[in-house]
């Protein structure tokens, strides 16, 4: 259908509509007229990724200069899939009915393990070795050295692109992974090359999180894209936690010997090239006295993005020449180098700031702030110079640089924490230094800098208001939106007691109580007994539900629950999870029905979604706090409320209550779909977590389900199963929840429609 | 009868029955008595039409031994040898118990089978009225013919009866109880030990390598409960345990799963995450402990059950459906992998799009695409089920063509001029109109149709029966050419004079039935020339037969 969103052509590529979708598409106009950011919170399943394309592309239509590109970041492999999915049926929608084919070039863009088609890297299974053996046969000097020796093995892929791939721009249309593997086949061109050359004139770009918000890819890969650009991040309730990461440290002992190799190698190499090839040290030399001019012109006549490591202030100044020769530079790493070593030999924990560590690393071994931070600059250009093919092997210098650079530069939102050994075995010496970002602004800074409209959109981002303050942007709108039903499809109940009136909690104290741990054993027995198809239970750690798996094998409940369905339990090893996921849903496919114990932050939390009869109900035991006494935690909270006035508890619950919500969310992917929420935690039923969920699944809690006992939610569940086992039909939802055109276009529909969106 | 091949399982000399001394034989098939000095079996049952076998109290003088058969009579033995009566009575006793249930399953199916078919079949339930019960036909001979033919259609059916899946708590069946004196009972059933070897198959060829050349069923399954196998939580393996090499096929078997990595892309949790943190980036909140000694022997344990409840889940499921199985997987390997991870890339995307596609469906938000029907609403059905007779294969006319065509004829009409020299003779006349209203004989044609409203309906639904009847035992007679058996033979006569049986007491009183309620004849008539073919052709054979003979 084609809609009229206040005065722009949307054409959507299905014949009916959520109300919710429309509302959605008027914020995001408003968002994109207005040149700003926004917050958008949809629940999963009403179609945010479809309006959200079908909207920006109209828009890249109507107003090519406004907006050129899409650049649209998710989280994981088959979830960028299902986006170019679906972005191939707008276009393909779009051709049908403007009958010819337009222009637009879309793409995905994945690391090298899934675009790599050269036969023996491609065969490698882990992502590091394709990156390592890749870059082994494509690095410039290496390529170099095939003019001398023919026999030096390279990628033909690789070449043939560079000889050609160039100058050919890539046609339009819509490329999937498979695709640009497809046609690298077809053309000989390496896929992962051509698809990074081609996001530069794409129209729409869709990738992961990391190609924006971790420095050293974002420096590689997504340097140059343009600045008129709409940034999406999808399924963001996680965002601030990939950019701490991306910037957070962590060396042990073992890093700092790998990393004494590589010093040694270096110096090694230098030596050697010293003997033979003394001009090009003295060409690098030259280089660095010219200073970091280019990059600097660069940024301010705003071709790149800026790069966190690499603040501005330093392109403006030359490498200082305490470190500008090789050797120099070598001896100034291994001081550094000492002194680190140093600092592990502690006996006790040792937390201090920035300006401590500088303080005191220019006290004891005279380095000084100065040409830290270029140390990581300083050692990229040596590793350039001195032709290092095997970047991977340098990991470890790299990583100590690039610390080195980051302490000297940031005098806040970051803190260094030194453990000499682990907590649980206070015995074996195992010295960690931490070095944490807890200012998730700082990586996404200059994302929010650079593009004109970066929206943040999720199914459960609530409260909406938090994520401004600590990724410290200011959006033009943000909002929530619910789902509108036909039928209430989803169910969610608070357990708090057992059938014996024992309060059912995972709190600290009553965490081992076996009457707990019982009475959560039987609220899953007469689960199994009554849902039909697939469970899914989720526990707060995994600790935590080893324990409990532990307890209810010994008293026979897990024997029972398996009289009505089989269990599958979530390891720690991915590949073992995997499959007891693919039997898990081979056991609901089958009619047998299976129960999957799982793990709140775990991975099958975060990526596999339960359509269906994959999961007509889910368990959540337990409020999934994050590990409260961990000293990284204790800083990052510490800050947030000196930096940002959000107190402990606050952020403890917003966490706690997001990852509950991604969990239960999992069970309901669409209208049609149903399922109970189960909330096995008298704690949910306060109103400072309880306000906390998503307003999709808030609504839906009534009074009288806050407080309930086992027998209760078995009693309630069996009503709204057998409810929801009726046949469900599109006439049923038409006109409430599922538009025509000419519904939507009401007066009184757009009325309503307007009510949808809450505004916070 | 006494065929040679038959089986001999059991011979027990010195029984007597009826007063008189002889040998009892237990056959496959059969038991058998002949008395001493003849060599023919005076008594002999089937084991199928044994209802139960009584023996006398331990106490009692006469050591006996009876058989009550499904009809109710009973034979009696008695075990005469002085020296081993008891145990020869007991002997029998136990191949007996072990024999009958076997057959009395296969009798019982049968039983049920023909039950089955009755009640589903209403018509055949007509037809074994007719046939059966009157008489007319055998039970016995009825049921050969239907049987059989069921098996040979599609013996698929028969033959793959469908296969029970495991219960996924079978191990928790098993209740040990205590005995009272420190040990444990455990309860075994034929059921759990084969879900037992199902699920497992290494238990299984660790019991047919062991038992029983070196161990008794009872102690196979003593060790195996005491084995660490049973109880999975218990880590420490002790060498002489004949489980432990299981445990590890087991875990063997595990990881080869593992390896083989899942189908479907989306839980694929391996290839989930686009880019991982290099090594020494991120926070890591649990610290990946470096060292396992750390791990204490609880936490092993733990994740030893986990391990275990994933293994056991997975081998309920597999054993489910391996038998289904086996086709389609023999069909996807060919199409899939040998292990080869690159062969597997190309031939992944069909999986993958597939699942993608149905990843990014929203049934709802699309206009169903089958094309919309409206639903049959008759006020009369009556109506629609003889309506209006169909237009045959002829120009539809337009109403153009109508009104033109009116127009003509009355224009006809108008310029009409009787020719009264060419007019017919008023009888002639008179005679045209009788041939062409209702009922005359121009009209025939017409009564066809009617012939539903002429016939009251209990005759119809007796004719209908008469039908199938006729057409059952025709079958029969048919299905015995060409004659080349001397059972066929048989056969053939006997059917021969069941249909002139069905004529007699079927046919000829529903013939005189018509001929009371004055309805036309020739209802039966189409009945009565399948018998004379039938006869005629009866007829020709028995000539021919006779000519052959002489």
Known sequence: MKLNIEGLLVYFPYDYIYPEQYSYMLELKRTLDAKGHGVLEMPSGTGKTISLLSLIVAYQRVFPLDVTKLIYCSRTVPEIEKVVEELRKLMEFYAKETGERNNFLALALSSRKNLCIHPEVSSLRFGKEVDGKCHSLTASYIRAQRHINPNQPVCRFYEEFDAVGRQVPLPAGIYNLDDLKDFGRRKGWCPYYLARYAILHANIVVYSYHYLLDPKIADLVSKELAKKSVVVFDEAHNIDNVCIDSMSVNITRRTLDRCQNNVDTLQNTIQKIKETDAAK??????????????????????????????????????????????????????????????????????????????????????????????????????????????????????????????????????????????????????????????????????????????????????????????????????????????????????????????????????????????????????????????????????????????????????????????????????????????????????????????????????????????????IMFGVPYVYTQSRILKARLEYLRDQFQIRENDFLTFDAMRHAAQCVGRAIRGKTDYGLMIFADKRYARADKRGKLPRWIQEHINDGSLNLTVDETVQLSKHFLRQMAQPFRQEDQLGLSLLTLEQLESEEMLQKITQIAHQT | MASLSEEVLLVVKKVRQRKQDGTLYLMAERVAWCPEGKDRFTVSHLYADIRCQKISPDGKAKIQLQLVLHTGESTTFHFANESSALKDRDATKELLQQLLPKFKKKANKELEEKNRMLQEDPVLFQLYKDLVVSQVISAEEFWANRLGGINNTDPAVVNNKQEVGISGAFLADIRPQTDGCNGLRYNLTADIIESIFRTYPAVKQKYSENVPHNLTEKEFWTRFFQSHYFHRDRINTGTQDIFSECAKQDEKGLKSLVIQGVKNPLVDLLSLEDKTLDEGYGICTTLPSTSNASKSVKDSSNSAIIKRFNHHSAMVLAAGSRKGETPTDQASETSSTDGNSRDSDFFQPPVKKVKLQEAIEYEDLQRENRPKTVALNLKKSDRYAHGPVPLQSQHYTTSQDIINSVNYIRHEMMNYKPNLTEVLSSTAASSAIAALSPGGVLMQAGAQQAINQMVPTEVQGELRHLYVAAGELLRHFWSCFPVNTPFLEEKVMKMKSNLERFQVTKLCPFQEKIQRQYLSTNLTGHLEEMLQTAYSKFHIWQTRRMMRKT
Request: one cysteine or more.
């Open chain 1, 281 to 618: 040290l003295r060409e690098e030399y030259r280089r660095l006295v010219e200073g970091l001019k280019e990059a600097n012109v660069a940024r301010e006549t705003d071709v790149y993005l800026s790069n966190p490591v690499l603040p501005d202030e330093i392109l403006k100044e030359a490498v200082p020449g305490t470190i500008r020769t090789a050797e120099h530079f070598v001896g100034f790493l291994r001081r550094f180098l000492e002194y680190l070593k140093s600092r592990l030999r502690v006996h006790h924990v040792v937390q201090e700031s920035a300006p401590q560590f500088l303080k005191d690393i220019f006290d004891k071994v005279c380095i000084d702030r100065k040409p830290l931070r270029f140390c990581a600059e300083r050692l990229h250009s040596l590793l350039r110079t001195l032709e290092i093919a095997d970047i991977a092997d340098f990991s470890a210098v790299t990583l100590i640089s690039n610390f080195a650079t980051l302490v000297s530069t940031y005098s806040q939102g970051f803190t260094i924490i030194i453990e000499p050994f682990e907590d649980r075995t206070p015995t074996i010496a195992n010295p960690v230094l931490h070095f944490s970002c807890m200012d998730p602004s700082i990586a996404i800074k200059p994302v929010f800098q650079r593009f004109q409209s970066v929206i943040i959109t999720s199914g459960t981002l609530s409260p909406l208001d938090i994520y401004p303050r600590i990724l410290d942007f200011r959006p033009v709108t943000m909002a929530s939106f619910t789902m509108t039903l036909a039928r209430t499809c989803l169910c969610p109940l608070i357990v708090g007691r057992g059938n014996d009136q024992v309060a059912l909690s995972s709190k600290f104290e009553t965490r081992e109580d076996f009457a707990v741990i019982r009475n959560y054993g039987n609220l899953l027995l007469e689960m199994s007994a009554v849902v039909p198809d697939g469970i899914v239970a989720f526990f707060t750690s995994y600790v935590y539900m080893e324990n409990i798996v532990a307890s209810w094998y010994e008293q026979g409940i897990l024997e029972n629950i398996q009289r009505n369905k089989l269990i599958f339990i979530e390891t720690q090893d991915a590949a073992e999870t995997s499959m007891a996921l693919e039997k898990y849903q081979e056991a609901c496919e089958n009619g047998r029905g299976a129960i999957l114990l799982s793990v709140a932050r775990g991975k099958v939390s975060e990526g596999i979604d339960f359509v269906h009869h994959f999961g007509r109900a889910v």
